[in-house]
């Protein structure tokens, strides 16, 4: 069950099963996840999208985060182009994501 701010607000889910039989823990990806998103909070890295939630079962890992319509790599590949001032805002918005 997923939980965001917005009740209506979609959530993107990723799944990763664990191969049946195997104790394997995820506690060290879980801490370094944490660790990530301490570091770049909405309010100081507004370009940056990091996980929100980690939940680990004994048959799967699950991570949150907000749902987006398209990744960027969709968007500069899709019909209509973009125009040469949308790429230089791009351009401008992943340059400010790398300095965050």
């Keep these: ?3 965001t701010n917005d009740s209506h607000a979609p ?5 990763y099963l664990k ?16 660790e990530i998103r301490r570091r ?3 309010s100081a890295c507004p370009n940056v999208l990091p996980f929100e939630a ?3 079962t004994d048959k ?3 991570l949150m985060r907000q749902y987006v319509h398209t990744t960027l790599c969709e968007r500069a590949g899709a019909q209509p182009r973009l125009m040469p001032a ?3 805002w791009l351009a401008y918005q992943l340059l400010r994501a790398l300095d965050q």
């Design 60 to 62: 799967a890992a699950f």
């Design 86 to 88: 949308e790429v230089r």
């Design 1 to 3: 069950r997923c939980a």
């Design 40 to 42: 770049l909070p909405a």
């Design 11 to 15: 959530v993107a889910v990723k799944v």
């Design 54 to 56: 980690f939940r680990e």
């Design 19 to 34: 191969a049946p039989g195997t104790a394997l823990s995820l506690r060290r990806h879980a801490a370094a996840l944490r």
